[in-house]
């Protein structure tokens, strides 16, 4: 058993795939191959078809057989139709008002199931774009912990050598190994972070957990965001797919009262009827005429006269269905409000961490240069200069770090207002 699943693992790596992607060709997989858009459109292709469903009642229905049998005295009834030969019969539903509410409501539903893929379609649009900007930071900080690892390997061995010629303690040595086995740490784990990410990203896009997707070297332009807050709001509380639904939930749920409030009408129904009858059935023993060939058509009315506890209760039952759909709609309104609020908040604070860490990265560069020049004259050492070219390798972590967190930040108002799509180019 145990050398079966070990094939199974070496088959399974053997069969694994790295895609390079850029951003906008992930987000186009990912809507075209991400099992929730598909089971979401299965869903939608469902309430359509129960439109189908519902007005089936109002469409004629015909159906053919026979009640052949044999008669011995007076000729009973099969089923409630008198035995024949060949019987047909033809029946639609002409008023049916709880019907028709039905129809409508199943109507309401399926537009329902429309906002519903359009929601979970910008659900997956912003997972995949997080996913691809988290995939290619943990990507660059990697590249640049790996500097920051040679960097600190010669520093080491300079600390070494120093050591050895008797000119710095040994805990200046065991302080440069500290360092540099905390940078081998952090590497290892943002090399881990890149590829859990990388395979995150691949089940994301449609592909399989063996395999994993890189991003593809290219310059992301910021996508550019509503000017001020009380425009984003107001986009968000007018286009948000969310509230859409819930508004159409709460529509659907109106009429379906009113289909449990219309069981009190009368019900109007077609009924067409062929007979084909048999001279052994003893009918012109029993009737004045008897004929062979027998038609009728007319309808058949029903009025509810006593409709019992249960239609009653079933309508309480969808009002507060309905209420709570009104109270859910208002949560959700507040909870944009305050979303909206905090992803301007944190657009503006991470323009500002990129501002700061763009000054730390100069600042870091001009120390670096100042001791490269003093080292060529002598009045620096290889240790102050390695060092510095680490606090330089660190400045820049930092400056991509904060890069990608305004990134983020943009697509998560853009996410709120419901133009995420837009504005990364996608029809």
């Known amino acids: 058993m145990r050398r079966f699943w070990l094939a199974a693992a070496i088959v399974t790596a053997a069969h694994a795939e790295t895609h390079t992607l850029t951003l906008k060709q992930a987000i186009e997989r990912a809507l075209a191959q991400n099992p929730d858009i598909v089971m979401a459109r299965l869903d939608e292709a469902k309430s359509n078809l129960g439109v189908k469903v519902a007005k089936d009642p109002f469409a004629p229905h015909m159906a053919a057989g026979s009640g052949l049998a044999y008669s011995n005295g007076f000729p009973l009834s099969i089923e409630g139709s008198a035995p024949a030969i060949f019987e047909s019969k033809i029946t639609e539903d002409l008023f049916n008002r709880s019907q028709s509410f039905a129809v409508r409501q199943a109507r309401e539903n399926a537009h329902g199931a429309g906002i519903a893929t359009a929601q979970k379609r910008d659900e997956i649009v912003y997972r995949a774009a997080a996913l691809y900007i988290d995939v290619d930071r943990a990507g660059r900080l990697a590249a640049n912990a790996e500097k920051e690892v040679q960097s600190l390997t010669e520093v080491l061995t300079s600390h070494d050598a120093l050591v050895q010629l008797g000119r710095e303690l040994p805990v200046e040595k ?254």
């Open 174 to 427: 065991e302080e440069a190994n500290l360092n540099f086995l905390r940078a081998q740490q952090r590497l290892l784990n943002l090399q881990s972070d890149r590829e859990y990410g990388e395979r995150s990203l691949a089940v994301t896009l449609g592909y399989g957990a063996g395999d994993s997707v890189q991003t593809a070297p290219e310059e992301r332009t910021p996508p550019p965001i509503p000017d001020t807050e009380e425009a984003a709001l107001k986009i968000a509380l007018e286009g948000n797919n969310e509230l859409k639904r819930l508004a159409s939930s709460y529509q659907a749920k109106a009429l379906e009262i009113g289909g449990d409030k219309a069981q009190r009408l009368p019900r109007v129904d077609l009924v067409a009827e062929y007979d084909l009858l048999a001279t052994y059935s003893n009918y012109q023993e029993y009737f004045a005429r008897f004929k062979r060939n027998n038609a009728e058509i007319g309808a058949s009315i029903q009025i509810p006269l006593l409709a019992g506890p249960g239609a009653k209760a079933a309508i309480q039952q969808a009002e507060n269905e309905q209420q709570h759909l009104r109270a859910e709609m208002d949560a959700t309104r507040n909870r944009i409000m305050l979303d909206v609020h905090q992803s301007f908040v944190d657009v503006r604070k991470a323009n500002i961490a990129n501002q700061v860490a763009k000054a730390e990265v100069d600042l870091a560069h001009s120390r670096l240069s100042v001791l490269l020049a003093q080292m060529n004259e002598g009045r620096a050492t290889l240790k102050q200069v390695e060092e510095a070219r680490f606090a330089e390798d660190e400045k820049w972590s930092g400056f991509y770090d904060a890069q990608f967190s305004a990134e983020k930040a943009r697509l998560n108002v853009l996410k709120q207002t419901g133009a995420l799509a837009a504005a990364l180019g996608l029809q």
